[in-house]
């Protein structure tokens, strides 16, 4: 008989259905877990056995197995938490994790209750290590592979490379009567004083900005911009200035030989101490940026705009001007860029070449009304009330654009009651190339045609008037604050008498004089005899040799000079050899320097005749409109948030800069991208890291590790890794945790069913334990 079989089939439910109990029982205990993944039992009928009827063979099972228990992964709830490193996924994936005795992170979970430990990594409650990526602090960009998240407690300090400062100047502000520069009103020696003054006097600006960067340890600084009219409609210049004490910023190399022995900025000996940059600018009829141009503020002070000595000009690539700053004391100086809410266009434009007389004339003798082009020359009067008259005469010599000598012009006064000062420009214009006019302070102005670098230059001008009248001056030039002195001759590269002129690159083989005798060869000397800018005599000479001439070139001389005359030489537009003091004029200085002859042995008289002195271009610190010809980078376009000039009080409407001190981290915040971004006591706000995930094909073919741990297998497949809400990965909802998913009335319809089964399971035994009995019962 088969009744023994039905045992063993009720034998083997009861196994199974214990065993379903025991995943019932699991769930249940779970319901709290967090992130808990349910588990379903599945059964499977067993081998059946074949039986014989009256209708053929046929089959009774043998009863039950568990086919499996499955894992259910399905979306949890989710529940708020006041932690802001608690993270429940949204969607697929799992956070990955490191062990700590590991160096593989093949451990993964969807609990994401974790802490920062002592040392500052983000672990789970047994310590197992967050992965992720750091991020770049400035542009958010992921950096190198999946590892560790670590915050760290602290934040280095980073220096300040980039200022904005947006500000409103009132338009209402009249233009200044006489320009009185802000360098010129700086004096950063101010500070060393027995009773300190501030180094700008209030009454030398119309507003002024200020703003704290920050050096390369974290230490604060006052940035401070002073903004003020000039003479020019819609025009203010500005002056970027840090505290005199506390400016380290390195001399150059031609600096420090002029200030030596300071090799930094020292406020005890330097005006410019604390003056980083000057500038000027432009505002359209609109009150929009058009043009900013910017100088360096050497050591002295002098910035002379109108040469090009201390201008800044910019690259293509450049956005903005730049200042350098040092507070450290460190051996280079370092660069902030300065935005004033316009981007440099990428423009270079050609600046004219302008030469302007040093005297202005008069239309009455009481030098009370200034010429103009219109006047005739019975009106013009020097300063003196001296009067031109017929037969007066105005000789010039000098160059054109390109360095061609321009041929001497004399003009001679014929009927001064009819002729106009016009006539005299009309020729002036035919002879040099250029725009001849009378400014308002009655001086001869010259602008060249041509923009750029420019050989536009009067090397001479005389006046002969009976009545010794001298209305325009003896010199028309650019405004130097520093004695120039300059060659009479000028030299050339060819030996036909014409341009193109030497340059200070040029090899002596291809130097020639005006005349074109040369070139200057080996073994050539030159003997200057002249006077430094203190005064002492000189007398020395330079030979064209190895020793002394190494590169065998025109910069040796020049470099020679410099030593020589304790000043700076050069080569200027025209071919000219010019020395300028490296010390402006002041009221307890007065330049002496000087060349009174050269002597030539050998070589060619290539700047001016033996015996010939230098022309000298006297000091000055006011300005006329001159300026010195170049390609400037002065161009810019306003952006959405600009400085502008309108009918308002001046303000400052917004400032920034991009440095800051070291700081602690103070809290932390997660994103839905999972970007963990760390809050800072120096206020700053920084993306540190963000966390990775990871998914599987086969979500059932984890393993479960225990303590909401699962490792991957041969049947999941290798992790899919991901950001958040990338590669079909979920995203981060932070301050949150994902509660188990166990439905505890589906589990407890489960229990019943469960146990009505095992309790069916149960009477079949004990019923087949009592067909047993009366089967051993037949025989009595």
Not at 118 to 125: C, D, F, Q
Request: charged share 15%; with cysteine; glycine share 10%.
């Amino acid at each position: 008989m088969g009744i023994s079989s039905s045992l063993y089939s009720s034998i083997s439910g009861l196994s199974t259905l214990g065993n379903s109990m025991s995943v019932i029982g699991d769930n249940v205990s779970n319901v709290n877990t967090i992130a808990f993944k349910s588990s379903r039992a599945t059964f499977q009928d067993v081998l059946s056995q074949q039986v014989s009827t009256a209708a053929g063979s046929s089959q009774i099972g043998r009863g039950v197995t568990l086919s499996a228990v499955d894992g259910i992964f399905a979306q949890g709830s989710f529940e708020s938490s006041s932690t802001p490193t608690d993270m429940a996924i949204g969607g697929d994936g799992f956070f990955m994790l490191r062990e700590a005795s590991s160096s593989e992170a093949d451990n993964y979970s969807r609990a994401g209750e974790f802490r920062f430990d002592k040392e500052g990594y983000l672990v789970n409650p047994a310590g197992y290590f967050v992965q992720g990526w750091g991020l770049d602090a400035t542009t958010g960009e992921r950096q190198g592979t999946i590892g560790d998240i670590s915050l760290g407690k602290s934040t280095p300090p980073v220096a300040t490379t980039h200022v904005d400062a947006i500000v409103n100047v009132d338009s209402r502000e009249k233009n200044e009567t006489t320009e009185v520069r802000l360098f010129d009103g700086w004096d950063g020696r101010n500070a060393a004083a027995v009773n300190p003054t501030p180094p700008i006097s209030a009454t030398n600006y119309e507003y002024s900005s200020a703003l704290k960067v920050y050096d390369s340890v974290g230490a604060s600084h006052d940035i401070t911009i002073y903004f003020d009219r000039t003479t020019k409609d819609n025009q203010w210049e500005f002056l970027v200035t840090a505290d005199p004490t506390e400016d380290m910023r390195a001399l150059s190399a031609a600096d420090q030989l002029i200030y030596s022995p300071d090799t930094r900025y020292n406020y005890l000996n330097h005006k410019g101490a604390g003056a980083l940059m000057y500038g000027v600018i432009d505002f359209s009829t609109s009150g929009d940026i058009n043009n900013i141009s910017c100088y360096n503020v050497p050591p002295d002070g002098e910035v002379d705009p109108a040469l090009n000595d201390n201008r800044i000009v910019l690259n293509p690539a450049d956005n903005f001007y730049s200042f350098p700053v040092n507070f450290t004391g460190d051996p280079v100086n370092s660069m902030v860029e300065l935005s004033f809410g316009a981007r440099y266009s990428g423009q270079s434009l050609p600046q004219t070449q302008i030469l302007v007389s040093d005297k202005g004339a008069y239309a009455d003798a009481t030098a009370a009304t200034l010429i103009t082009a219109d006047t005739t020359w019975d009106s013009v009067y020097d300063a003196n009330g001296n009067v031109i008259a017929n037969g007066d005469q105005f000789v010039f010599n000098g160059y054109t654009h390109d360095g061609t000598v321009a041929a001497t012009l004399t003009y001679t006064v014929a009927t001064a009651v009819t002729t106009k000062v016009q006539d005299m420009l009309t020729q002036i214009e035919t002879t040099f190339g250029c725009s001849a006019s009378i400014d308002a302070s009655g001086k001869l102005r010259l602008t060249d045609n041509q923009g750029g670098d420019s050989g536009l230059y009067v090397s001479s001008f005389t006046t002969t008037a009976a009545s010794g009248a001298d209305p325009f001056g003896s010199q028309i030039n650019i405004t130097t604050s520093k004695q120039k002195i300059i060659s009479t001759g000028r030299a050339l590269a060819t030996n036909t008498t014409v341009p193109p002129v030497i340059t200070a690159n040029s090899d002596w083989g291809n130097v020639y004089s005006s005349a074109g005798a040369g070139p200057v060869a080996a073994g050539d000397t030159f003997q200057f005899i002249g006077l430094k800018p203190d005064g002492t005599a000189v007398s020395s000479t330079f030979t064209v040799n190895a020793t002394m001439s190494p590169n065998n070139n025109v910069q040796d001389l020049i470099d020679w000079l410099d030593t020589t005359f304790d000043a700076t030489a050069s080569i200027d537009n025209a071919g000219s050899l010019v020395l300028t003091d490296r010390t402006a004029d002041s009221a307890g200085f007065s330049s002496a320097l000087a060349v009174s002859s050269i002597v030539y042995g050998g070589a060619p008289a290539i700047f001016g005749p033996t015996a010939t002195a230098f022309s000298t271009i006297p000091a000055d610190t006011g300005e006329d409109g001159s300026r010195a010809g170049d390609i400037v980078t002065t161009a810019f376009d306003p952006e959405a948030l600009a400085s502008t000039q309108y009918a308002n009080s001046s303000t400052t409407i917004f400032q920034d800069q991009d440095g800051y001190a070291a700081g602690f981290l103070q809290s932390v915040s997660v994103d839905t991208e999972g970007v963990i971004t760390g809050h800072y006591s120096n206020g700053q706000v920084l993306k540190k890291a963000q966390v990775a995930l990871a998914t599987f094909n086969n979500l059932a073919g984890l393993f479960k590790e225990g303590g909401n741990i699962f490792r991957e297998t041969s049947e999941s497949g290798a992790p899919i890794t991901g950001a958040p809400g990338t590669n079909g990965l979920g995203s981060i909802a932070p301050n949150s945790l994902e509660q188990s998913n166990v439905d505890i009335g589906n589990e407890f319809v489960k229990l019943i069913t469960t146990q009505r089964g095992f309790q069916a399971n149960s009477k079949i035994i004990s019923t087949t334990d009592e067909m047993l009995a009366d089967l051993i019962n037949i025989k009595r």
